[in-house]
């Protein structure tokens, strides 16, 4: 996975994740009712005893007849994403560690563990609740930022939005390298590089590439960071230094419209070994926060507007919000105005280039 970031609720939970990761031989988020392929643990001893599958589970069968159960095998994620199989036990570990019972138990130690609560608020989350509550955008963000801050505990509510132009600005200068090393500078001896790039942040794509094409594929996608773990790396590190704190001292969350980036939050590129503490340590889904809504009877439409937490959040001048635009989250126009300006373009006179 290197640095490539690219995530429970009614039913089994598997409908609300992405269809990459629902495919036949890649159903990451299997029921605990299904059976893993590594489903007992073995302890290793020179034997020559059978295993046995019965109705009641698995049984050991020694050379003198004797049978013995095997008891189920503790399983964490990080098990299961290193597994080239399924990744199973995945779905009631998220459900533990990535879910809004998790972030209220956490809220609730809030004052003991002396934390400080930071919400990242994506920008297609927040127009999911402006689209429920029929409200504009910009209402709909301070009356977010009011809610998150009262009945959420939030300490400060960032925007992705910034941490997007941050990734968008940074794949812009991977693509010109890759682009030079290829054509530019391909006589040049170890400057090799790998056209065409893909650059995603849907943490599905990446799993279902890994699973499926390995090595053909992966030296394809963009190295950088998604939003959501460059505004986690911007949290743990320079926000935190900023208020002189360690990153464990902050409870970061990402409020993200897809269940798959809880996945993305869990991968181990973005846990910090010294601090033990991920960059994000929680991702809750448009529709948990609605259901938190709900379930606290918060009228959401007479919450008052609260003023932006500026330091993460693109305001113009008349405080108004605003981010790169574009279907792809602003991918495919940012590479062409980059292509186009430091490209082929490079070193005319033109003003209007």
């Not at 879910?99 to 927040?126: D, H, M």
């Not at 065409?196 to 849907?202: K, N």
């Not at 190295?223 to 208020?243: H, I």
Request: aromatic fraction near 10%; charge should be negative.
């Amino acid at each position: 996975y290197q640095r490539r970031v690219r995530g429970i609720s009614s039913g089994n939970g598997m409908d609300k994740f992405s269809g990459g990761l629902r495919l036949t031989g890649l159903d990451d988020f299997i029921t605990p009712g299904q059976a893993c392929i590594k489903p007992v643990s073995i302890p290793k001893k020179n034997t020559l005893a059978k295993i046995q599958l019965e109705d009641d589970g698995y049984f050991e069968i020694t050379a003198d007849h004797k049978k013995e159960r095997l008891e189920p095998a503790k399983i964490n994620l990080n098990d299961c994403l290193a597994c080239s199989g399924c990744i199973t036990s995945a779905e009631s570990v998220l459900i533990t560690a990535q879910s809004k019972e998790e972030y209220f138990t956490r809220l609730a130690n809030k004052t003991t563990e002396n934390k400080i609560f930071v919400i990242s608020l994506s920008p297609q989350s927040r127009a999911s609740v402006a689209a429920h509550f029929n409200l504009n955008i910009y209402s709909a963000h301070r009356k977010l930022i009011t809610f998150f801050k009262k009945h959420l505990g939030a300490d400060y509510v960032f925007d992705t939005t910034f941490s997007r132009d941050l990734s968008l600005l940074e794949i812009r200068e991977e693509f010109v390298s890759r682009y030079r090393k290829t054509y530019i500078e391909q006589e040049v001896a170890g400057t090799e590089s790998h056209l065409p790039m893909l650059a995603s942040a849907c943490p599905g794509w990446i799993c279902y590439a890994e699973k499926t094409h390995g090595e053909f594929v992966l030296p394809y996608i963009s190295t950088t960071r998604s939003p959501q773990q460059v505004m986690g790396s911007l949290v743990k590190v320079y926000f935190a230094n900023k208020l002189n704190k360690k990153a464990n001292e902050i409870y970061h969350t990402a409020v993200m419209p897809c269940y798959d980036k809880k996945l993305e939050a869990s991968r181990e590129d973005f846990y910090q070994e010294i601090f033990e503490t991920r960059d994000v340590d929680c991702v809750l889904a448009s529709n948990e926060i609605l259901d938190v809504i709900q379930e606290l009877k918060v009228d959401f439409v007479s919450l008052e507007e609260s003023p932006l937490d500026t330091l993460f959040t693109n305001v113009d001048a008349s405080g108004q919000l605003f981010g790169s635009v574009g279907g792809s989250g602003g991918y495919f126009g940012g590479h062409f105005q980059i292509r186009s300006k430091r490209i082929i373009w490079e070193g005319s006179d033109d003003p209007g280039i």
